[in-house]
């Protein structure tokens, strides 16, 4: 399941928050620095600035820890930062398996090294890389880089693809595309580079932008690109899948539910060491109001405990909050926001799910 939310399969957590309870969060994202090595244009990150302190391995271990401990069952290191910046990463992948945690990584690749591939890759879930072009010049537009960016980077996917295949392992491997109006001259030649390398899919999403709209997304424009992502679809076979995020490209800037009931479930922080309910509040205008507290100087679980935690969740999901207005666009909650507004509101009921669970059902 690449579009929606993989919620209705976390029964027990749902009717837990239903009743009152404090619960843990299901999917944390989070960076483990807000360096980067690329300059994207569609940079949700720069509009995250806040104060920055250094995650250190044993910071990030005792997070780790405590997620495992509290109930976390899935963390992707994937946030305002390029975690392949950190010297910290390849320990942090292994210790948050070690600890039963499913671990997913979302990076441009460009720092991976060959030599730590067949340690990492077998402790992952998923292995995304943001490559948003097949051609190199207009890779490097796009991500604000050098033209060798792309070639490096090719041959780390290449290679990801071989140990893969040669080991048999698990991991997921897939290209993501986010997609601005003015890219789609490349939605055609990424599916069919995605084909071409092996990974298992390729996919296309929207571009968030804040509710002051800083990027200047123009969500009407992804219209004209609907015929181009429906033939890039076509790719498609038993072994390969491409796909648009359909849900939020349809909804553009529009939003059928005001209160956020989301982060609870599936939580972001930032690499700076910030715990906050979600990446569009990052920055440091929301401080007063939005921000809970920082890794480096209080451990997660007395975060997570805390009244201040809870406190800020609550805010979130009160009438005093409207995330019609007051809300970045397509956020990562949007579909679980949906999901659990029509809880709320009687659209739905809490029932099994049908079918097979989806593959990487802690990552909501």
Same mark, same amino acid.
């Given at each position: 399941?690449?579009?929606?939310?993989?919620?209705?399969?976390?029964?027990?957590?749902?009717?837990?928050? *239903?009743?009152?309870?404090?619960?843990?969060?299901?999917?944390?994202?989070?960076?483990?620095?807000?360096?980067?090595?690329?300059?994207?244009?569609?940079?949700?990150?720069?509009?995250?600035?806040?104060?920055?302190?250094?995650?250190?391995?044993?910071?990030?271990?005792?997070?780790?820890?405590?997620?495992?401990?509290?109930?976390?069952?899935?963390?992707?290191?994937?946030?305002?930062?390029?975690?392949?910046?950190?010297?910290?990463?390849?320990?942090?992948?292994?210790?948050?398996?070690?600890?039963?945690?499913?671990?997913?990584?979302?990076?441009?690749?460009?720092?991976?090294?060959?030599?730590?591939?067949?340690?990492?890759?077998?402790?992952?879930?998923?292995?995304?890389?943001?490559?948003?072009?097949?051609?190199?010049?207009?890779?490097?537009?796009?991500?604000?880089?050098?033209?060798?960016?792309?070639?490096?980077?090719?041959?780390?996917?290449?290679?990801?693809?071989?140990?893969?295949?040669?080991?048999?392992?698990?991991?997921?491997?897939?290209?993501?595309?986010?997609?601005?109006?003015?890219?789609?001259?490349?939605?055609?030649?990424?599916?069919?580079?995605?084909?071409?390398?092996?990974?298992?899919?390729?996919?296309?999403?929207?571009?968030?932008?804040?509710?002051?709209?800083?990027?200047?997304?123009?969500?009407?424009?992804?219209?004209?690109?609907?015929?181009?992502?429906?033939?890039?679809?076509?790719?498609?076979?038993?072994?390969?899948?491409?796909?648009?995020?359909?849900?939020?490209?349809?909804? #553009?800037?529009?939003?059928?539910?005001?209160?956020?009931?989301?982060?609870?479930?599936?939580?972001?922080?930032?690499?700076?060491?910030?715990?906050?309910?979600?990446?569009?509040?990052?920055?440091?205008?929301?401080?007063?109001?939005?921000?809970? #507290?920082? =890794?480096?100087?209080?451990?997660?679980?007395?975060?997570?405990?805390?009244?201040?935690?809870?406190?800020?969740?609550?805010?979130?999901?009160?009438?005093?909050?409207?995330?019609?207005?007051?809300?970045?666009? *397509?956020?990562?909650?949007?579909?679980?926001?949906?999901? =659990?507004?029509?809880?709320?509101? #009687?659209?739905?009921? =809490?029932?099994?799910?049908?079918?097979?669970?989806?593959?990487?059902?802690?990552?909501?």
């Amino acid at each position: 399941m690449l579009d929606g939310t993989k919620l209705p399969w976390h029964r027990d957590r749902i009717e837990a928050w *239903l009743q009152g309870e404090r619960i843990a969060p299901i999917t944390i994202d989070c960076a483990l620095t807000r360096r980067c090595t690329y300059r994207c244009k569609f940079c949700y990150g720069m509009l995250q600035a806040n104060d920055e302190k250094r995650m250190t391995r044993d910071v990030i271990f005792r997070f780790l820890d405590d997620a495992a401990e509290i109930g976390v069952k899935a963390i992707s290191f994937i946030s305002d930062g390029e975690s392949t910046c950190s010297p910290h990463l390849r320990d942090a992948i292994l210790r948050g398996r070690q600890n039963g945690l499913d671990i997913g990584l979302g990076t441009n690749g460009y720092l991976l090294k060959d030599e730590d591939l067949e340690e990492i890759l077998p402790a992952l879930s998923y292995l995304r890389f943001n490559f948003c072009a097949a051609n190199p010049e207009r890779y490097a537009y796009i991500h604000g880089v050098n033209l060798e960016y792309f070639h490096e980077v090719f041959k780390i996917i290449a290679s990801c693809v071989r140990l893969k295949r040669a080991k048999n392992l698990n991991v997921t491997l897939n290209l993501q595309m986010v997609l601005m109006p003015d890219f789609g001259d490349q939605i055609l030649p990424l599916a069919r580079l995605g084909k071409n390398l092996g990974v298992d899919y390729t996919i296309f999403k929207h571009c968030s932008d804040d509710e002051l709209h800083s990027l200047g997304v123009d969500y009407s424009q992804y219209s004209s690109l609907f015929p181009l992502l429906r033939q890039a679809e076509g790719y498609s076979d038993e072994n390969y899948l491409v796909k648009a995020k359909w849900s939020k490209l349809l909804a #553009g800037d529009k939003r059928e539910y005001t209160q956020c009931y989301g982060p609870p479930f599936i939580a972001q922080f930032s690499g700076s060491g910030l715990v906050a309910p979600c990446g569009m509040l990052f920055n440091q205008r929301y401080k007063k109001r939005f921000h809970i #507290g920082n =890794l480096v100087e209080t451990s997660f679980k007395k975060l997570w405990q805390s009244e201040r935690y809870w406190e800020v969740m609550d805010e979130l999901a009160s009438p005093r909050y409207d995330a019609g207005s007051m809300c970045g666009y *397509l956020c990562l909650q949007h579909a679980a926001n949906i999901y =659990l507004n029509n809880l709320k509101q #009687g659209n739905t009921t =809490l029932e099994e799910p049908l079918g097979e669970p989806p593959l990487h059902i802690n990552f909501i």
